[in-house]
C-alpha cells in the first residue's frame, strides 16, 4: 500500500508541480494569455454539470434544485460559505419528501 | 482573498465518504488517511479505491491516476501565473492546487492577483478538512449516518455554482464560455461514457476557453 500511495503522489503531485516551476516566467502572447483567462469559467461550467445531476445519489431532481436555490441565492449573498450551508440545509430539509 | 470555510465544507461530506468506501474496500484506517494526506485528489481516490475492489494491479492504478489529475496541470498553469512566490514556496504551493482551490483563487481572487499566504491559509484549511474527514470515515465507518453525508454531497457544487454566478453576471463572456463548457462535457460524458473525467474536463476547457479568446474583450478586464 505504501508504494501505491508513493506512486499516487508522485504522478499527481509533478503535473500540479511543474508549471510553478517553468510558467511563471514565460512571456505568453496575448491570445495564450486570454485563453488562459478562460480557464477557471470553462472549468466552472464542465464541474456544475452533469456531475451535479449525481451530486445526492439517487436524487437528481433534488440535487439540481438546491443548484438553482444556489444559483438565485447567488444574486443576492455574496458570502459564498453560506449558500453552500443553505443548499445543503435545503437538500437535508427536502431529502424525505418524495423528490427523485 | 477568501478563506477555506466554504472548501472545507464541500469537502467534509466527500471525504467522510471516501473513509467509508475505503474501509469498505479493505483498505485500513491509516491507508485511507494516508492516501488523501499524500494524494490529496478527491476523485483519483474513489477510483483507486474502486480499482482496488476489483483487484486492478498497481500500474493499472498509477496510469489512471495520471490521467485523472492531469487536470491539475492547466490550473497550476493559470494560478503559478497569479501568485507572487519564490521558486521554493512554489513547490510547496502546487501541492494544494486542486479543482477547488483554483477556481476559488482564480474566480475568486481580487484583481491584481493573490497572494501566496491567501491562497496558502485557503488551501490548508480545505487540506485539514480533506484528511480529518477522511479519517473520521474510515474510522467511525459504522455510526456515521449515511444519508445525511450523502445529502451534503451537494455543497461543492454550491460552492462552483456561487463562484460563478458573480463573474457570469459580470462578464456575458464568462457566462458563455462556462455554459458552453457545460455543454461539451455533458455531450461527452454521452457520446465518450469510457472517456475518464478528467480527460473531459481537460478538454472542456481547453476548447471552450479556445472558443472564448474570438470574443470580444469585456470593456473592464476582471
Request: net charge positive; no cysteine; glycine share 10%.
Amino acid at each position: 500500500m505504501i508504494w501505491l500511495l508513493a506512486g499516487m503522489f508522485l504522478v499527481t503531485y509533478i503535473p500540479r508541480l511543474v508549471p510553478f516551476l517553468f510558467a511563471r516566467q514565460l512571456d505568453l502572447p496575448p491570445w495564450v494569455q486570454k485563453w488562459l483567462k478562460f480557464f477557471p469559467y470553462a472549468a466552472l461550467g464542465a464541474l456544475i454539470f452533469p456531475g451535479i445531476l449525481t451530486a445526492v445519489p439517487g436524487r437528481p431532481a433534488l440535487a439540481a434544485g438546491a443548484g438553482i436555490l444556489a444559483a438565485v441565492s447567488a444574486l443576492f449573498i455574496r458570502n459564498i460559505t453560506v449558500i453552500v450551508v443553505l443548499a445543503i440545509a435545503a437538500v437535508l430539509l427536502l431529502q424525505n419528501i418524495g423528490i427523485p | 482573498m477568501s478563506n477555506g470555510l466554504p472548501i472545507a465544507l464541500g469537502y467534509l461530506p466527500v471525504a467522510i465518504t471516501f473513509g467509508i468506501l475505503g474501509r469498505q474496500a479493505g483498505l485500513s484506517v491509516a491507508a485511507v488517511t494516508g492516501m488523501s494526506a499524500w494524494v490529496y485528489a478527491g476523485a483519483s481516490q474513489f477510483l483507486a479505491v474502486k480499482m482496488i475492489a476489483s483487484g486492478a494491479g498497481f500500474f493499472q492504478i498509477i496510469l489512471a491516476t495520471l490521467i485523472l489529475n492531469f487536470r491539475h496541470f492547466l490550473m497550476s498553469t493559470v494560478l503559478a501565473r497569479k501568485i507572487e512566490v519564490s521558486a521554493n514556496k512554489a513547490a510547496a504551493l502546487s501541492y494544494w492546487v486542486t479543482d477547488e482551490t483554483f477556481v476559488l483563487a482564480s474566480v475568486h481572487a481580487r484583481p491584481g492577483g493573490l497572494s501566496a499566504l491567501g491562497f496558502f491559509t485557503m488551501a490548508v484549511l480545505a487540506y485539514l478538512a480533506w484528511v480529518s474527514g477522511s479519517f473520521a470515515g474510515g474510522m467511525f465507518a459504522d455510526l456515521i449516518p449515511v444519508r445525511i453525508v450523502d445529502g451534503m454531497g451537494i455543497g461543492l457544487y454550491a460552492l462552483f455554482i456561487a463562484l460563478l454566478i458573480p463573474s457570469a453576471r459580470k462578464h456575458w463572456q464568462f457566462a458563455l464560455v462556462a455554459a458552453l463548457s457545460a455543454l461539451t462535457a455533458w455531450g461527452l460524458s454521452r457520446l465518450a461514457p469510457g472517456l475518464s473525467e478528467g480527460w473531459t474536463l481537460i478538454a472542456a476547457t481547453l476548447g471552450v476557453s479556445a472558443l472564448g479568446t474570438l470574443l470580444p474583450d469585456a470593456e473592464s478586464e476582471p
